[in-house]
């Protein structure tokens, strides 16, 4: 089953609006003959993609492991339990049930009434691979919007960013390697209105000279394949193989522009290529309802087809989010030896996260990674629900 959650990590994101799931199918013997990833919607699930590999041989004898219970709708595709009994496999094995509408887990039993054998492995041991995997798809239709990661880099000491103006460069290369990858893999990034006014990013997945290495420092080897596999991903969008992958989309929150702003900031997002949105921020509306604003922009995100999403934020936005309880997850760099006086003669701009730190996990949250890079400590925190 790890063997088949490591497979769901090509997934993860690529497969978006549906949940990212993996297989492997394994002889009598304990030979793994084949192993599936769930392709971009409208393509293979993980179950035919792993079956499709192996159409002259015989299965009566076979297991295939799979970390979601198997379809037993017809969608974009027909179902998985049908691919699983035309080729009479003996045995699946399954990690996590399915309880989604399409599915309500009928297919347990279905597959029992073709004579399949069913084993169910306790979800739990596999965690941090289904909070990375499946749970986004889950998370989604559960809440009706995105699972939402905030990410920032603050100083030593806290801060996010100068009482005025923009921050400037906080955290080294190697973040800004991890930062291309989690864009990656959340397949949509949302700059809010300070960064798109003050920094006006780009937000495209630009990975450096660190494509290697990210085993050491305290990841996990799981988390570690995950981000490696952003960048097979990003080199699969160069070489133009767009039907296998969901390329990476920007997001804009911003104030309304004068018609010639407009118009630069469009040329200048359309020549970077790849899909964009924009949002419009009227201050006036949001400060009277941020939370309700924010929802209906999620949601708007979700009905494009985005499971999650990354957002970079400075101190005020990232605030609001999280006292709103916006914020599924947070990732951060931490600067070593750059302190807000260092960098702005000044103590610079922090939030109720980023000023906690020092004494430990902040309430609500939990570490999931943490890691050394040559110039930063990098945290991975979800929230706990």
């Not at 000491?157 to 800004?176: E, H, R």
């Not at 630009?206 to 988390?223: D, H, I, V």
């Not at 570690?224 to 193989?241: D, T």
């Not at 964009?276 to 939370?291: C, M, Q």
């Amino acid at each position: 089953m790890r063997q088949a959650y490591q497979a769901a990590i090509r997934a993860v994101g690529n497969s978006d609006p549906n949940p990212a799931v993996g297989a492997v199918v394994v002889s009598q013997d304990g030979e793994i003959l084949a192993r599936g990833t769930t392709q971009r919607a409208g393509y293979a699930h993980a179950e035919r993609h792993a079956l499709q590999q192996l159409t002259s041989r015989d299965l009566s004898a076979a297991t295939i492991y799979v970390t979601l219970e198997p379809c037993c709708h017809h969608g974009r595709t027909p179902p998985c339990v049908d691919a699983i009994a035309e080729k009479q496999l003996a045995r699946v094995v399954i990690s996590e049930r399915d309880f989604a509408a399409e599915v309500m887990g009928r297919s347990v039993q279905l597959l029992e009434s073709k004579g399949i054998s069913v084993s169910l492995l306790e979800p739990e041991n596999f965690d941090k691979e289904a909070w990375f995997t499946t749970d986004p798809f889950f998370f989604a239709r559960q809440y009706n919007r995105p699972r939402v990661t905030l990410k920032w880099a603050q100083t030593s000491d806290g801060a996010l960013a100068p009482s005025v103006g923009p921050s400037g460069p906080i955290s080294g290369a190697q973040a800004a390697f991890m930062t291309a990858a989690l864009r990656n893999l959340h397949k949509c990034t949302l700059a809010t209105p300070g960064a798109v006014k003050h920094d006006a990013p780009r937000l495209t997945v630009r990975f450096g000279q660190f494509e290697q290495g990210f085993a050491y420092g305290g990841l996990s080897s799981f988390f570690s394949e995950l981000i490696a596999a952003q960048v097979s991903g990003a080199s699969m969008a160069q070489q133009g193989e767009q039907t296998q992958y969901k390329m990476p989309a920007r997001a804009f929150l911003a104030a309304p522009q004068n018609p010639i702003e407009r118009g630069e900031f469009y040329a200048r997002q359309t020549s970077l290529g790849g899909e964009f949105h924009t949002f419009a921020y009227l201050s006036a509306e949001w400060r009277g309802d941020f939370a309700g604003r924010m929802k209906f922009m999620l949601e708007e995100i979700n009905r494009k087809g985005y499971n999650s999403i990354l957002i970079e934020a400075g101190p005020g936005f990232s605030e609001l989010l999280l006292q709103h309880d916006l914020v599924d997850a947070v990732a951060v760099y931490r600067a070593r030896g750059k302190t807000a006086h260092q960098l702005w003669g000044e103590p610079g701009r922090r939030n109720s996260f980023s000023a906690a730190l020092d004494q430990g996990t902040p309430a609500g949250f939990e570490l999931l990674e943490q890691a050394g890079f040559s110039e930063d400590d990098f945290y991975f925190f979800r929230r706990v629900r």
